[in-house]
């Protein structure tokens, strides 16, 4: 072990390391346009079919109550089964955890058992990892007890692994959906003043919205599907806002169900609602331009700097030199 880690931390190996895994990127970045499939065919062909889905689920339900106790056991898969065995949903997620998988888009309940299988499963694959590292392959002289403490910090790490994760995908979401909304709005309100129906504006606006922000799409369609299936048109409104987690879309969704109950005119506020949006837009892209200078000064002294001070002083010290 010992001379294969010498042999990889020679500096001509590593620079071949380097170079292959530089090839190898350059080639996944070329040909990666070439394999990419239609991500918004396939979601939204995902999302069509949700309503089908409910009512397939709704009819198994109903099925499963007549014949109580008749039904067989169906094998659910590894995962399932060490969650529902270890009790982890109790143990590592709570209503916050599920919130957040809605909003990064895994709405599945296999998704919940994939999420906590890898918060038990990390940890002690990390802390093998790190304990083989620091007990076995690390040579550095280190107390027992710091080289334990290393390893149960990078256990822990692999704890929250996946709720990095899932945060990261939150704020991809929302960060599409905040982008592309006051587009859709516009959108919403132009099909609303031409006279259709709730359900035609979500459908026409996901096709149209599509290009621009394929989270948002499957928002309108998955809701769409919603209020073509469930008894109040109210809750498939209240999806919506806590799928995303947004406050204009709350706001925009708090508006349709006080015109769905009370039959105050819609296009009216869809218009001020979609100025506001825009206006918060452009507010937040005016902050980011504003935060650009300071975040540009560090990276300016460190590699900005340096060239210029040699441009500038490199023909002095040549100069010199040759005077010497």
């Known amino acids: 072990m010992g001379d294969i880690l010498a042999i990889v931390l020679e500096p001509q190996a590593l620079l071949a ?33 949700e309503r089908e889905k409910i009512r397939q689920r709704e009819r198994e339900r109903l099925a499963a109550e007549k014949k109580r106790g008749t039904l067989k ?16 949903k109790k143990a590592l997620a709570d209503q916050s955890t599920f919130d957040n998988l809605k909003m990064a888009g895994y709405r599945k309940q296999s998704h919940v058992y994939v999420f906590l299988f890898f918060r ?57 959906i905040r982008r592309a909304w006051p587009d859709a709005l516009d959108l919403m309100l132009i ?13 026409k606006v996901a096709v149209e919205i599509g290009t621009t922000s394929v989270p948002l799409a499957e928002e309108l369609v998955l809701t769409n599907a919603e209020l073509s299936y469930l008894q109040e048109r109210r809750q498939a409104y209240e999806n919506l806002a806590s799928r995303t987690g947004l406050d204009g879309v709350k706001s925009v969704t708090m508006a349709l169900i006080q015109a769905e109950r009370y039959g105050t005119p819609l296009g009216t506020a869809l218009r001020v609602l979609a100025q506001e949006n825009r206006d918060m837009r452009m507010s937040e892209a005016e902050k980011k331009a504003a935060a650009l200078p300071p975040k540009l000064t560090v990276p300016m002294i460190v590699f900005f700097l340096p060239v210029l001070f040699a441009v500038i002083m490199g023909p002095a010290g040549i100069r010199i030199s040759e005077m010497n």
Do not use: W
């Open 17 to 49: 390391i380097l170079a292959a895994l530089a090839v190898f990127a350059t080639v996944l970045t070329i040909a990666m346009p070439i394999f990419q499939q239609d991500e918004l065919a396939s979601r939204m062909k995902s999302t069509v079919i």
């Open 73 to 88: 056991h169906k094998d659910s898969g590894m995962m399932k089964d060490l969650v529902e065995k270890l009790d982890l």
């Open 120 to 176: 038990l499963v990390l940890p002690l694959i990390l802390l093998f990892l790190g304990s083989v590292y620091m007990f076995l392959i690390s040579t550095t002289d280190r107390p027992f007890m710091m080289k334990l403490l290393i390893v149960m910090v990078i256990a822990y790490i692999g704890f929250y692994l996946p709720n990095v994760f899932v945060k990261n995908q939150v704020g991809k979401r929302q960060l599409s």
């Open 191 to 203: 099909c609303v003043e031409s006279g259709m129906s709730m359900e035609a504006a979500f459908r």
